[in-house]
């Protein structure tokens, strides 16, 4: 067993791969295991997509094993560029003595483009299984029957916006329908939270086992391997910017601020693994990182909470106008993103309005040692 000391600082595992990513340039592969045996071990593999910064590029981690190849997390391919993306695949693998048909299995951590467009493409040019977590495609299914709106529908009556400014997209949301980036055919293997894939027949590394972190999405998945000490984050935790919360393709109920805080809190047994984050660059420092993203959600909590003890009742369009916004509440009311930014106005005001169930925001606060 691999032995590291929990760290209270954030490192990068690779300074190249650093340095690229916090420059906007897609970082080089990086060998994160050397595995047992020549042509083996496990390899994080930058895929470009559109973005800028640590968003310049998405990490698919690819395991070399001995009875075949994973790669969780396919990454992105833009429209009409399945051939560059399949070419490039085959080029890594060639180089490290393997192939694109030897890839076995495919594994998804979430519903989101950047990390599954490039899903379809490779699973039609291989013969690998296609496993991704059992909540998290439930959510797909709840798109698909039109039932994925959950709590936090937008509504003009609901939001208090003026009249027209949500209509357009309104009527998109409420369309039942899976996106396109969505790969057609159903999972050969569904992942539950616990469960250990050489107990189901893969062939990925024998200890990897499935942590389901619902909060960025309803059903998000990590995969973590406790003897090598190393912890698949994909969105869960990222080590540069803060992760969106309630960004499922569908809803399966709940508050996702509360999902994403316990799921940051049980993480915490993973303080001392390396963690392979969806963006940015491979580090050490979780219990650092953990602590330092669940003050971001927090203090947004209690920004919320300032403006509601002055107008309990005010409506959720007035309300986000009331809080900070990176880019200002006058350009953000003009983006796409101001429906998700609506969307977590309204989980963050039930967090307050509610006590929420799991404890009020001073016993999350001690839960992360904020309340000092």
Known sequence: MVHRQVTHQVTPFAKPQYTAAVNSRTPGPVRIDGGSAPGTGTWVRPVAMPGSGVMASVFSTVHLGDDGVTVVDPGWTGQGQ????????????????????????????????????AASCLLEATRARFIVGATEWRSVEAARSGNGAGDYSLSA????????????????LEKPGVPGFIPRRSPDVLLSDGDRL???????????????????TPGHLCLVNRETKLFIAADMILPEIHPGIGLGVGSLGGNP??????????????????????HGYVFTGLARRRRDTAHHVLSRAREVERVLAWNPSISVWRLASQLTWSSGW?????????????????MYRDLVLSGDPGGTLDRWERDFDLDD
């Open 330 to 346: 006058e350009e953000l009311r003009g983006s796409p993103m101001l429906f998700s930014g609506l969307r977590q106005t309204m």
């Open 157 to 172: 009556d609901e939001v208090g916006a003026p009249a027209g400014v949500l209509d357009t997209v309104a009527e998109q």
């Open 82 to 117: 399945e051939g560059v993306y399949l070419s490039g695949l085959d080029a890594f693998l060639r180089e490290r003595g393997r192939r694109l048909e030897q890839i076995t299995q495919v594994i998804v951590t979430h519903a989101h483009p950047d990390h599954v467009t």
């Open 257 to 278: 601020v509360v999902d994403y805080l316990t799921s940051l809190r049980r993480i915490g047994e993973f303080d001392d693994h390396l963690v392979v984050p969806g």
């Open 198 to 216: 050489s107990d189901l027949g893969l062939s990925a590394d024998p200890h990897t086992e499935a942590v389901v972190t619902p909060g960025h």
